[in-house]
Nanobody, 123 residues
Framework: QVQLVESGGGLVQAGGSLRLSCAAS????????MAWFRQAPGKEREFVAV????????NYADSVKGRFFISRDNAKTTVYLQMNSLKPEDTAVYYC????????????????WGQGTQVTVSS
């Protein structure tokens, strides 16, 4: 059974930082590009960031460029999302995703999703 397990969410004040982690099953991790998506209440799930299989390339949604940074550690089968200068509009459930055919320019299709972790930014 393939699993993606997110952690690191929580409540933070505007301007603060959080780091999300997503631990993946070893047998899939290095074969997949990894991404983060988010879904705010009443809104559709949206792309946040994606990283290539080796970690050498990344891409970001315009709304988070310059504030969020995605990275991965293939030895630890973990992908991270460092979120800085958080804003109330960043409040959402954040999902980790893996895609075998996904690229940094086209972050789809998604093969596996995590269960999500809540991030709440207070003003």
């Amino acid at each position: 059974q393939v699993q993606l397990v997110e952690s690191g969410g929580g409540l933070v004040q505007a301007g603060g930082s959080l780091r999300l982690s997503c631990a993946a099953s070893e047998r899939i991790f290095s074969n997949y590009a990894m991404a983060w998506f988010r879904q705010a209440p009443g809104k559709e799930r949206e792309f946040v960031a994606v990283v290539s299989r080796t970690g050498g390339f990344g891409n970001y949604a315009d709304s988070v460029k310059g504030r969020f940074f995605i990275s991965r550690d293939n030895a630890k089968t973990t992908v991270y999302l460092q979120m800085n200068s958080l804003k109330p509009e960043d409040t959402a459930v954040y999902y980790c995703a893996a895609g075998g055919r996904m690229t940094v320019t086209t972050p789809q299709p998604i093969d596996y999703w995590g269960q999500g972790t809540q991030v709440t930014v207070s003003s």
